[in-house]
């Protein structure tokens, strides 16, 4: 049974492994290609996007898939409407993995921002040293607040847009622990951190060490992400799988 992944995330991946002994299944990983060494995965991958819904329903059709796993990023919303809308096209069953998000605990200090936009500018007039745990596509919504002093952690570096002056790169790939990222903070004495909420172990020490020194957080809010069958870890992914092959087997 032909599965198509959309990854780009850890569940992804975990999901890529689970599948790849699995002889029910012949599974391909999906990734946009957003950094330019993509971590080794245990499934065959392909890389770039499908060109739009009516590229992606082509592909459905041309790879014979029958199922397909939207595994991508909360704030990856465009793919996961896109999937949504592709596999109501093609009529293919769709399941989503979705990361439960950071919920805010006792000692957190968090701004909501509706958006990047919104986060750069509850910054504030003043400038502050700030850290941005981002990624690198939206850096440039900070050019237009140029007073503040960026400290940008990124796989790749940016390529294209303006980027603030004050802009430091630190290029570095998850999962960080809490001990660097007390660090981090303290030596380039961050006094405010803006993050999406990704959700997931792999990058939430930076809130913890946030929390522990009382820097507080601009928190971006999450899109509102279209899903089809929703699934909470790869393992409850996999077992839809299994319900999707035997509904086509008949059994
Ligand atoms: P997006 O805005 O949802 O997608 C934009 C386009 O990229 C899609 O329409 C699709 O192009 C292509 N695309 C996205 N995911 C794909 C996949 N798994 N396989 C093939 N093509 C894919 O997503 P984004 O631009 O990648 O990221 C949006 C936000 O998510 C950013 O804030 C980013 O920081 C965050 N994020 C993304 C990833 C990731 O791996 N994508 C990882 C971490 C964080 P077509 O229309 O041509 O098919």
């Not at 002994?21 to 950094?35: K, N, P, Q, V, Y």
């Not at 060109?51 to 919303?77: C, F, N, Q, S």
């Not at 503040?148 to 630190?170: E, K, S």
């Not at 999450?222 to 929703?230: Q, S």
Request: aromatic share 4%.
């Amino acid at each position: 049974m032909r599965v198509l992944i959309l990854g780009g995330t850890t569940e992804a991946s975990a999901l890529a492994r689970r599948l790849a002994d699995d002889t029910h299944f012949e599974a391909t990983l999906s990734l946009a290609g957003r950094t330019a060494q993509p971590a080794p995965q245990a499934l065959p991958t392909r890389i770039g996007g499908f060109g739009g819904i009516d590229g992606l329903v082509r592909h459905l059709r041309d790879e014979k898939i029958v199922a397909v796993i939207d595994a991508t990023h909360p704030y990856a919303d465009q793919m996961s409407a896109h999937a949504l809308a592709a596999c109501d096209q093609a009529a293919i069953p769709l399941a989503s993995l979705v990361r439960a998000p950071w919920m805010r605990q006792a000692g957190d200090d968090w701004i909501q921002a509706v958006d990047t936009r919104a986060a750069a500018n509850a910054i504030g007039r003043n400038p502050r040293r700030v850290f941005l745990a981002i990624g690198r596509q939206e850096l440039p919504v900070f050019a237009d607040a140029p007073q503040h002093h960026y400290l940008a952690r990124v796989i790749d570096a940016p390529v294209g847009g303006a980027l603030p002056p004050n802009l430091t790169l630190v290029q570095a790939r998850g999962p960080f622990d809490l001990a660097a990222e007390t660090a981090l903070l303290r030596d380039r004495r961050i006094e405010l951190v803006v993050s999406k909420n990704a959700g997931g172990d792999a990058t939430y020490a930076k809130i913890e060490a946030a929390r522990a020194l009382g820097v507080p957080v601009i928190m971006i809010a999450r899109p509102d992400k279209p899903a089809g069958y929703v699934t909470a870890t790869s393992e409850d992914a996999v077992a839809w799988l299994g319900h999707v092959r035997r509904s086509l087997r008949g059994v």
